[in-house]
């Protein structure tokens, strides 16, 4: 793989980080590019397997509900994984839960306390950190099979600039020596192991430790979809199918992922 960003690792050096059960995983990196969620949608006809695109910088990054995901060079470590389940599209719900386990988790082995925001925000100290964004693509060769494109979006610096630039106050990794090479190669790992499991027992496998890195347990949070509030009550976690459970004054209720967001009440 030619590289022609100094910063970024080659495809070569990430593999020689990367545990056994990564080495199935076709590393891709780039200096740059628009998307590495959509470049990846665009071939998925093509892969073979496994697949990672890693960009220094997206100029077109995707978020949640069609918002931009912001990079710049050395500030972020920005993403795709292509990975192919042998399940039908309705059985990935909770799989961005799952992925942000994975990723939490990673970064507490790195020595950042992140905590988890339903259904799929990394937080630190209450600020967003990280963002996931999963979107399918059906397997032409096999109708019993649907690829998933997983991308994730970590700040590791410049937090002070990118919040005066969107408005709102984000997290990053700064004053922790963490090497940028080194947390990819660690996140490919749990991946390998987070993803195989998924596809066996679902969300379900991931549910007690999401709950344990909840953000919100036991706080009053509103339920929000475009700027109205849908629903308030207290968080008490997830289900075994992703849900959040709200704690409400006409008893518990589950809330599903979909555009809708979750605030803190009062905010």
């Known amino acids: ?32 590019t628009g998307s590495t969620n959509a470049d990846l949608l665009a071939e998925t006809a093509q892969l073979q397997g496994p697949t990672l695109l890693w960009a220094g910088l997206q100029t077109a990054g995707k978020g949640r509900a069609g918002r931009s995901w912001h990079s710049a060079p050395d500030a972020t470590l920005t993403f795709s994984l292509a990975w192919k389940f042998a399940l039908p599209v309705q059985a990935l719900a909770g799989l961005s839960l799952a992925v942000g386990v994975a990723v939490v988790e990673t970064l507490i082995a790195f020595g950042v306390d992140a905590r988890l925001k339903w259904p799929n925000d990394i937080l630190r100290n209450g600020n967003k950190l990280a963002g996931i964004l999963i979107e399918t693509a ?117 809330i599903s992922a979909g555009d809708v967001s979750l605030r803190i009440s009062g905010e």
């Open 138 to 254: 059906v397997d032409k060769t096999d109708r019993h099979s649907i690829w998933a494109v997983i991308g994730v979006g970590i700040n590791l610096a410049g937090a002070h600039d990118l919040s005066a630039r969107i408005g709102r106050t984000v997290a990053d990794t700064s004053g922790l020596a963490l090497e940028r090479e080194r947390l990819m190669a660690a996140l490919l790992d749990a991946f390998s192991k987070a993803l195989p499991l998924f596809e066996q027992q679902g969300f379900k496998a991931f549910a007690t430790a999401w709950n344990a890195l909840d953000a919100y347990a036991g706080q009053a949070v509103n339920i929000i979809d475009q700027g109205e509030v849908l629903q308030h009550g207290n968080a008490v976690g997830v289900d075994e199918s992703g849900r959040l459970l709200l704690e409400t004054v006409h008893g518990r209720m589950a």
């Open 1 to 32: 793989m030619i590289l022609t960003e100094p910063s970024l690792p080659t495809a070569q050096q990430l593999a020689a980080l990367c545990g056994p059960n990564a080495q199935d995983i076709t590393l891709r990196i780039v200096a740059e």
